[in-house]
């Protein structure tokens, strides 16, 4: 199976309406992605018959799971899932913050050529990162434990919002939230082509 028929696959899998130009534009993120890893390394997955998964079909799960506004990508690497979720979702913002150099040049680079009008690339450290906006949603695949990912973002959360973490059995680390945090829910996640365990946790201010 090729790239293009393991995401039209994995779309219907996770019942997703996904339209040819917009798969189009996910299977020529991840040509931009395997070109610039080479020199890059940008990601530790490299194989081509993995990315679809690990990359587009992961950040693909948690869409219907997500809510519409004004959405801060925390530590987004190569930019994943925010510029994913940005193609899928062309009337919400995106906003994606990472301290690396190299992978917020790939993304801004990404964005000009999938013609991404509702994404913007900050190359910032989060805690001292000076905006006065404020998030519905901010969301995190790999970013860090949970409690320092809602400890370190909390002064972009607007009144109402909440975080969104991606994780794998987030248990253990639910554990270790402070009072001042609630868990709304832990969804499971199925993602085609992934045998590993993955959720995705919804917090909010207590």
């Known amino acids: 199976m090729n790239q293009a028929e393991e995401l ?6 996770l ?4 339209p040819p ?34 990359h587009l079909l992961d950040s693909l799960a ?48 990404a964005k000009i050529e999938l013609g991404l009008r509702n994404l913007s690339v900050c190359c910032a450290r989060v805690e001292t990162w000076p905006m006065d906006e404020r998030f519905d949603g901010i969301i995190s695949r790999a970013f860090a434990e949970t409690a320092k990912f809602v400890a370190q973002t909390g002064h972009l959360l607007a009144p109402g919002g909440r975080w969104a973490a991606m994780k794998g059995d987030a248990r253990q680390e639910l554990e270790r939230l402070p009072d001042t945090v609630l868990v709304e829910q832990v969804v499971p996640l199925q993602v085609p082509g992934l045998a590993a365990a993955r959720s995705l946790v919804v917090l909010k201010r207590n």
């Open 8 to 13: 039209a696959l994995g779309v219907a899998q």
């Open 15 to 18: 019942g997703l309406e996904c």
């Open 62 to 109: 948690v869409l219907p799971h997500l809510w519409p506004g004004r959405w801060l990508d925390v530590g987004c690497g190569a930019g994943l899932p925010g510029l994913v979720l940005a193609l899928m979702r062309p009337e919400w913002e995106f906003v994606l913050l990472d301290s690396n150099r190299k992978k917020t040049s790939f993304v801004q680079q």
């Open 21 to 54: 130009d917009v798969q189009g534009k996910l299977l020529r993120y991840l040509e931009l992605l395997q070109k610039w890893n080479r020199v890059y390394n940008l990601s530790a997955i490299r194989e081509p018959g993995q990315m679809v998964s690990y």
